[in-house]
């Protein structure tokens, strides 16, 4: 087993595809969206990445184990066909980091992926009424269709630059000369959010030209209100409130 | 030195054995199955893992040291044979715990080796009076056999997966085609606790068909009794109550 | 991508340059000055060094990403040509302190670099009245000429020796026959500190000929007065005091 | 740079010659014995081995740095010849310290060594009145003359193993059938020992056969005492006594 290992499990054909990754992160909004993509549309697992880098761990479902991956999944659409990229753990370390993506951008190159679009959520510290999305390039061209689809550039935002593999593939995807784009929705930080994910594919719908159904993202949104507006009558009330790590990706 | 070295002292000749692996870890459950196994059946170390992924550390007996490593044991029982991995200590880092891992299934190789057993201890953070024993397998076919031995699949359960060298001898055993399967006793989490153990040895030898004397694991199950009956006494009284971490492996 | 990667975009003709080294450290010391050369005086980007072993993360700056990497500018001056190496960020683990620093030497011998000098700051723990420069050299034959230019040497000081690059490029370039001085401009360690790095930068004119503006770093010199003004009064009002931890780096 | 580099500086003809290892460790035990020999008798600095898996560090002295590195030197003795290891710092991690191991037999091998004594101190927390000397050995032959010298060997002490080098030296040698024992120094472990090193001083001189001067020692030992008594009046007065934290290694 090589340190980053590419496993095939199919090799459909796809037209210039749009590779977009949603790994799990700040208020999993990238993740949420990508998996939202994979349920609803018609998806085809392509291959599966494992590493000695991410976690020693299996999965369990139905009793079945499964080692931990990083999968892509490949979408065809009436617009762009898809890559999407997701799995349930990042790597343990700044190599395990760097090796990753450049594995996804090799898979991107063997499909002439024409476009990285990598998701996440942006903390704010508070919770949001209007959900904005916060881009960032890799270069200047691809900064006008994304403003005209919804995506905020906000000068140096975010402050703390992009961290794991989302900002990796914007970083190494410039190096390896793939436009890449960064979309961040804005997120309390606290919850998961499924609300900013809605944001966010809202703008990938624009951007790429398909449609997909909102209709588990909008319930599971629902679930999280309520969520929130059991913690607000405890605050309200004598109880003492949760803490912050107490509702850290509740859900 | 390579990163991670077999070391052979004996060749034994095995018919199609199964490997069993017992590392420390909840309730060290696995580790005493596997040392009832090698203490009490007629043994023969086959070889020795070293890897600089293990602490750097000998142990001392007699004045004698050893440095520290993954032993593994032949045993020939009435029907399979059995090789047995055991060990003082688990890898010091997730590269570490890939590689044991694909060590010991390249040991499971050269032996023809039919199936993997790996034993642990799942926490259900109280004390236990029915001693269950969960299962999670890397194929369908291996469950009817193990529920007819008592083994229960329970969904997800466990809900956090199985870490470590156990998990990936099931993740990296599914790769390599070797059916694998993960028998974890229900335990506290709190104690070394021998009678999870022995739930867990009952189902072996059900599902092996060899025989093995219950005697000292039945022996330090009393002694643990003891333990907890004087915490249990403790608590009653007006002492302060040992922490949880005071209980943590005692024995 | 190597683990450690040297990207050259210009190839100048420098003769004989000295190598001037400002990594983030205490009080930003280093950083200060080597960016007050880079703004002040004509410089030309030369490379950028890429490592597995910095965070795996990229900056962001009007929307546009750049990945994590030291950068290596020329500059031509009046006496000695300057290669002058910075970036936000240090390597995250020992085997990347070492490996950076050899790239950085391996660019200095591409270019026939005749003295290095690696500068930072040394600790004092209280607030500074007067900015003296200690030096620390690889060979006796350095410590003459920096003593006549105003550098101090003190028998063992700094005490804890001097850790990462810049004390890497004095153990290393020892050991590969480059003269290197490490340069300290005393700082209370609890602020970024301009007033140090003026200090250091008069030394560094003495003793290479240079001259340059050190308008705007006395600008910010004026700015960092008057954080601690702030502070003084609050300390002297009633209000509690900010720790060590809220004056780190402020500015 | 190799991960572990040996830099030779002299070739010495040595006979059959004892390696002696004292680096830093409980009570700074092992290191103060080294030093003794190496300041008392007539030594010739070998070789210097450097690594990555070290602190990223140089020590200043004079104005004159030095990279972290392990020594070794020759002493010539009227009995057998010696090479002494020593250094101010242990391996980063587990990968450095079973790499320094090897590199240590490696040059052991080269010069036909015929005994390693790796030397340190066991912490007993409490003030001791004898000074008693520890063993542990990677054969049976080793322990008799070590028990005529005066060394004790106590079943399965130390109960923790050895660590760190000192560990390895016996577990590493023992695979490459080098005779290596430990000799470890009774030690409160919350002080620098000079005591416990002259009692494992002692026993190596009757096992070896050589003789060194004990002064510095001896002188270092009452500065201790000195230390020790004003500890002790502090905490008889009314002063809150220093914590285990503040007195370890003081000296």
């Known amino acids: ?49 494992f590493s000695t880098h991410l976690p020693p761990q299996v999965s369990v479902e139905d009793g ?11 979408i065809e659409t009436d617009a762009d066909d898809l890559l999407v990229v997701t799995g349930d753990h990042q790597a343990q370390d700044s190599v395990g980091h760097y090796g990753l993506t450049n594995a996804i951008l090799d898979i991107a190159a063997k499909f002439n992926v024409t ?8 903390p704010t510290g508070e919770l949001i009424e209007e959900y904005g999305v916060i881009g960032a390039t890799t270069t200047e061209e691809q900064q006008a269709p994304l403003e005209a689809a919804g995506v905020e550039f906000r000068g140096d935002e975010p402050a703390g630059g992009i961290v ?27 919850l998961v959010d499924p609300k900013s994910a809605k944001a966010v594919l809202e703008i990938l719908q624009e951007l790429i030209g398909f449609e997909v159904d909102f209709g588990s993202l909008e319930e599971r949104a629902d679930e999280m209100e309520d969520v929130v507006r059991k913690i607000q009558e405890m605050e309200q009330s004598a109880a003492p409130a949760p803490t912050d790590e107490d509702l850290r990706y509740i859900g």
Chains 1, 2, 3, 4 share one sequence.
Do not use: N, W
């Open 164 to 190: 794991g593999v989302s900002g990796l593939l914007l970083g190494l995807g410039k190096r390896r000369a793939v436009p890449a784009a960064c979309l961040m929705g804005e997120t309390s930080g606290y």
């Open 64 to 74: 079945i184990t499964s080692l931990v991956s990083i999968e892509v999944h490949a």
């Open 115 to 122: 476009q990285v679009y990598a998701l996440g959520g942006v």
């Open 1 to 49: 087993m090589d340190d980053f290992d590419i496993e095939y499990v199919a090799e459909p054909t796809l037209e210039e595809p749009v590779l977009i990754e949603g790994l799990p992160g700040v208020g999993h909004v990238g993740k949420l969206v990508v998996e939202q993509l994979v349920e609803e549309l018609e998806s085809q697992l392509v291959c599966e990445l």
